[in-house]
């Protein structure tokens, strides 16, 4: 696993629990959660696959 794909790994995650802690706040609505986790999930799965 190369660097780039060790930190994919990292932040995607990452990305995905501020999506939910801000919806938990009342920040974002659950369409933007929705939209946020699965474009980050789209995003890290295609640079994933073409490092």
């Given at each position: 696993?190369?660097d780039?794909?060790?930190g994919?790994?990292?932040?995607?995650?990452?990305?995905?629990?501020?999506?939910?802690?801000?919806y938990?706040?009342?920040v974002l609505?659950k369409?933007?959660?929705?939209?946020?986790v699965?474009?980050?999930?789209a995003?890290?799965?295609?640079?994933f696959?073409?490092?």
């Open positions: 696993m190369t780039a794909q060790m994919l790994a990292v932040a995607t995650p990452a990305i995905i629990v501020m999506a939910l802690l801000l938990r706040m009342g609505q369409g933007g959660v929705t939209a946020a699965l474009m980050s999930l995003i890290a799965t295609v640079l696959l073409e490092q």
